[in-house]
């Protein structure tokens, strides 16, 4: 019997580890998804680097006690899978919402974005952001604009003087 309780008490551990380590969260329903959907959701979520689990909730409720998340305790209800990021923040929201958009049966119940909870509006409004690469293009662009202008109007009154000498 007391094997059986170490054995929880160490999915607790790795749970609340997790938690602790991931740098985004998000807790899903996932009920009524068929194999077909959920390994699609799996193998995009893998591809970005996101760890995608079901727990039973009592441990997951032990974990989010010990990690001090307990506002995390109404979400778990139900069948549940949790989707751990340690690398980007935006990944799972983004994978997640654009599977949701398009499998309606799967719900964003919860989540939490860097040790804090996140309401799913603000899991929603972290998925609409443009990713990483396309921030940095942005910046990018940001910081060549006034260089290009100012090659710009120097080719300008280049063109203009040469035309008035000529």
């Known amino acids: 019997m007391s094997s059986v309780i ?16 991931s740098k985004s969260t998000i807790i899903v329903d996932y009920r009524g998804l068929n194999v077909a959907e959920v390994t699609e959701l799996r193998k995009k979520l893998r591809d970005a680097g996101v760890d995608f689990k079901v727990y039973k909730n009592t441990m ?15 979400a778990l209800t139900g069948p549940n899978a949790i989707a751990f990021s340690n690398e980007d923040v935006v990944a799972p929201a983004k994978i997640l919402n654009d599977f949701a958009k398009d499998h309606e049966k799967l719900e964003i119940k919860a989540g939490v974005i860097e040790g804090n909870v996140a309401t799913i ?35 300008a009154v280049a063109d203009q003087k040469e035309e008035q000498g000529a």
């Open 6 to 21: 170490e054995q929880k008490q160490q999915i607790v551990s790795e749970i609340s580890g997790r938690f602790r380590e």
């Open 60 to 74: 997951t409720r032990r974990a989010v006690e010990e990690v001090e998340l307990s506002a995390l305790n109404d």
């Open 121 to 155: 509006e603000e899991i929603k409004a972290l998925a609409e952001l443009p990713s990483r690469d396309g921030l940095l293009s942005m910046l990018l662009s940001v910081l060549q604009a006034p260089i290009r202008n100012f090659a710009l109007v120097n080719k």
